[in-house]
């Protein structure tokens, strides 16, 4: 069951940084990236690596793109 979630959260990680460079709106790629950086959380959490999954989550996602996203609207 393990390696289910992760084989499906690793094709949305892909999937999400593939859309990340090919995106044409800014502000749709800039969302994509804090998918991506969820789902890297997720797998990080199957991995037993909570420590890097919260901070995984915490410092990328929610910092860093919270203020991309601010510059990218204003």
Avoid: D, H, W
């Avoid at 499906?8 to 460079?21: K, T």
């Avoid at 804090?34 to 995984?56: M, R, S, V």
């Amino acid at each position: 069951m393990q390696l289910v979630f992760f084989g499906l959260f690793a094709i949305i990680a892909v999937g999400s940084a593939i859309m990340v460079i090919t995106g044409r709106n800014v502000l749709y790629s800039a969302l994509f990236l804090i998918l991506n950086l969820f789902t890297t959380g997720a797998i990080y959490i199957l991995l037993k690596a909570e420590f890097l999954a919260g901070i995984q989550v915490l410092v990328y996602a929610g910092a860093i793109m919270v203020l991309f996203l601010f510059v990218v609207m204003l």
